[in-house]
């Protein structure tokens, strides 16, 4: 069997993954490669044999000529004949944020800064002009694919179906417009999305008479836990728009060329850095969180803590720019729980497990404190979770220094 399996690189021996598709049809072919390993078709590597190159690299280290997103896409469904569909569908993304890039550098000269005027969303949140514009954009652009099952957003109440004449098999949950209320001031907004495979069928068809149980079939598409994802990515937009994406063989960078309208590859392979030096918390809750929290967050500013280092603190206020900055430079963000947001504030199925995927798939770790982020099963589909993730050894020191700690459950308001 030829596919992607063969050419990714990462510092694990093989394991395995297996979605949870209720139609898998087999793929021929040998099942055993040249180091003994028993490669099962329809699986999906998390960590892989060290000594192959992945696409993202061989293309960059290859070519004089820079590599635009929709090659890549192509080598790699040249590699695994069953991501052949995905590059359509990541070509709607990269479309979608191009005209997002579009609106938000041009926002304050076309009458896009602002709300409008008691729009509210799902959450209760006031809406921003490109909020619902860019959400409108990524809708369209993911519908007309003809990729898609089902389209989950951030700035939508329930998930939405789409109709049998566009219908595809994936799944793709995201957030349109992230840190938008930055917008106004200049600052760096993003999009974030994540992608798995359809489990129920939930096409709909006219004059649908089940639709209560179409529409149940849907909702349980895209309550997944991350370990399920076969795809993620997000887009900022910043001095450079950049699109980051996985598609399950590592984190790799694609920079918009304004003047040929391509994203090209400028980072294959990343690779967060073992431990950083910086910290990025929204320290105005800092009177609001845990003892755990606020013990973790005193060693760094001291210099108390296992590297002895003294950390410096960056928070934009953008979960996109926060988690980018961390991804290049390594150290640690998060968005724990407080005595306002007892569960968590971040949402887990559009923000925290695309991702905690992402920095998994460069090296990293992503947790609540408790638990890891990607096997988390949502409950609901605009369930919030608390978030901490970044460079592998800051968020083991970060959980030593939070499960020593002794936390007030009954201020804290939080059930075990």
Known sequence: MQGINFILQLHKPFLFHKPAIFSQKAVSGNSNNKHGYTLLPAYRMVAVQPNKVSVAE???????????LTRYLLEVAKQNKELEDMVGLINGIQFACKKISS?????????????????????G?????????????????????????????????????VEESYSGNYVVVFDPLDGSSNLDAGLPTGTIFGVFQQQFAC???????QIDQVELACLQNTLQPGRRLIAAGYCIYSSSTMLVLSLGNGSHCFTLDTEVGEFVLTRANMKIPQRGHIYSFNESNYYQWDKGIQEYIERLKKGNNQSATRYSSRYVGSMVADVHRTLLYGGIFGYPADQKNVGGKLRLVYECAPMAYLVEQAGGKATTGREDILDITPKSIHERKPLVLGSPDDIEEFLQVYG???VNREAMHIEE
């Open 404 to 406: 020593m700690s002794l």
């Open 125 to 161: 949140e006031e809406q921003k002009k490109l909020d619902v514009l860019s959400n409108e954009v990524l809708k369209n652009a993911l519908k007309f694919s003809g990729k898609m099952a089902v389209i989950a957003s951030e700035e939508e109440d329930v998930p939405i179906m």
């Open 203 to 209: 096409l709909v068809r006219e004059f649908e008479e």
């Open 58 to 68: 061989q293309l960059l280290s290859s070519q004089a000529t820079p590599i635009s």
């Open 103 to 123: 609106m938000v550098g041009k926002a304050g000269v076309t009458d896009l800064m602002g709300s409008y005027q008691g729009l509210v969303n799902f959450h």
